[in-house]
């Protein structure tokens, strides 16, 4: 059985429909009658249960049973203008999911969620993660974060329910937006093979920077007079690529926000066989399928990761990379930088070499990497200067190069440790 709490609210509610549409045995959980209002006509009244996450002694009674919980509650439960929750409570209901051996329990968050956003939502979403991590891997969380919404785009920025003036959106800001109908479907493919204590993300098809996103929204727009009181999108790198999204979950979601905008003359192509049905992308084409320590010990998806960022640098380096293969026979660990991440062991690597389609030799080099675990970021390239390149510099957002700043490796670069004198931050 799947317990969903805050089902009411509009993650929560698609979650509901997209469950029962493939037939599972659902529960789910409000925190009043006024979040239940939206479930009239989904489920039968008195199917609906009641618990408050701020209460830890209310959880047990709703999650007994649970095979799998999903968490959607967030500083904005049912939208613009309800109470927030506790920054303990989403903690709370991973512990007592834990307690009555709940094995799979999933809480949904927010991608900006840095404690330093001026984001009221962001800020909260960063004290939630962070008391659900505080309890350890051996709490059975997941945590999803979401770049951002459709629906939260178009009614900040585009079409305003109450009648009022559309926020402008920052230009220097990234965005991957995602309907909600999309996200439940692909929160319900990984369900059954949740991995504690890892953190996946989620975006739409489309990457915008927020230049991009306003002359998009600036098509449709219509409201006037005072500012909506709906909230806008956070300033930021609120971004998750594509690749991170495949990566996360093996598959990419199909609605645009064109589509949103305007489903009459952006229609989508209606799918022939269940979404959760697709066969899932088997090894990278580069993957020569090669058998070594420092392969195993990556797992499938790191694996994939690691093909597939490094044909992507290739093509930075202006480099052919159609048919081309990596080589990793003799490969070696170079240094001691090494993460855990994305369920395997990453290590900088020398050595690898990359094989044109003829079976000469296109490139051979070190590989190195960034991980930043709270923006849940991971960028590896081909060593070809010392330091970080300028390309890859360019894909970590403010918060990212802030936490360099301190990173045993890379604080003293030279595009860390100059980054850290113009904001005026000892590196040490």
């Known amino acids: 059985m799947l317990v969903i709490l805050g089902a009411g609210g509009r993650t929560g509610l698609e979650i509901l429909k997209e469950a029962l549409r493939r037939g599972l045995t659902v529960r789910p959980v409000v925190r009043d009658d006024n979040d239940a209002a939206s479930l009239e006509g989904i489920v039968d009244v008195n199917q609906i249960c009641y618990a408050n996450a701020d209460y830890p002694d209310s959880l047990p009674a709703v999650l007994t049973g649970a095979d799998a919980v999903v968490s959607c509650i967030d500083a904005r439960t049912a939208g613009h203008g309800s109470p927030e929750y506790d920054k303990r409570a989403a903690a709370n209901v991973v512990m007592s999911a834990a307690e009555l051996g709940v094995a799979r329990v999933m809480h949904l968050s927010v991608i900006g969620g840095?404690?330093?956003?001026?984001?009221?939502?962001?800020?909260?979403?960063?004290?939630?993660?962070?008391?659900?991590?505080?309890?350890?891997?051996?709490?059975?969380?997941?945590?999803?974060?979401?770049?951002?919404?459709?629906?939260?785009?178009?009614?900040?920025?585009?079409?305003?329910?109450?009648?009022?003036?559309?926020?402008?959106?920052?230009?220097?800001?990234?965005?991957?937006?995602?309907?909600?109908?999309?996200?439940?479907?692909?929160?319900?493919?990984?369900?059954?093979?949740?991995?504690?204590?890892?953190?996946?993300?989620?975006?739409?098809?489309?990457?915008?920077?927020?230049?991009?996103?306003?002359?998009?929204?600036?098509?449709?727009?219509?409201?006037?007079?005072?500012?909506?009181?709906?909230d806008p999108l956070p300033n930021g790198d609120m971004a998750v690529t594509p690749d991170s999204t495949r990566v996360s979950v093996g598959l990419l979601p199909q609605e645009t926000l064109s589509w949103a905008l305007d489903p009459a003359h952006h229609p989508i192509d209606e799918r022939t066989e269940p979404f959760w049905d697709r066969p899932r992308p088997g090894p990278h084409p580069a993957d020569a399928q090669q058998s070594r320590s420092l392969l195993d010990e990556l797992g499938e998806a790191l694996r994939y990761v690691l093909h597939d960022q490094l044909i992507a640098d290739l093509t930075r380096m202006e480099l052919p990379v159609a048919g081309v293969t990596l080589d990793f026979s003799g490969a070696t660990r170079a240094g001691t930088l090494s993460e855990g991440l994305h369920g395997g062991q990453l290590s900088a690597l020398s050595g690898v070499r990359a094989v044109a389609p003829d079976g000469s030799l296109l490139h051979e080099g070190s590989v190195t990497f960034i991980f930043d675990e709270l923006a849940d970021l991971l960028l590896l390239w081909w060593v070809r200067e010392a330091g970080i390149p300028e390309s890859i510099w360019t894909l970590c957002d403010l918060g990212v190069r802030r936490r360099l700043i301190h990173h045993s490796t890379w604080k003293n670069d030279t595009r860390v440790a100059a980054f850290a004198a113009d904001r005026h931050e000892r590196v040490s």
């Open 114 to 230: 840095y404690r330093w956003s001026k984001s009221r939502l962001n800020r909260r979403g960063f004290h939630m993660d962070k008391y659900i991590k505080l309890a350890g891997i051996d709490y059975p969380w997941t945590l999803c974060r979401v770049s951002c919404y459709h629906d939260e785009i178009i009614d900040g920025h585009v079409r305003p329910p109450d009648g009022g003036r559309p926020h402008p959106i920052h230009p220097s800001s990234r965005y991957a937006p995602i309907s909600r109908r999309d996200c439940a479907r692909l929160v319900l493919d990984v369900l059954p093979d949740l991995i504690p204590g890892r953190t996946l993300q989620l975006g739409g098809p489309e990457l915008f920077s927020g230049t991009q996103l306003g002359a998009l929204a600036a098509s449709y727009r219509s409201g006037s007079g005072a500012i909506t009181r709906y």
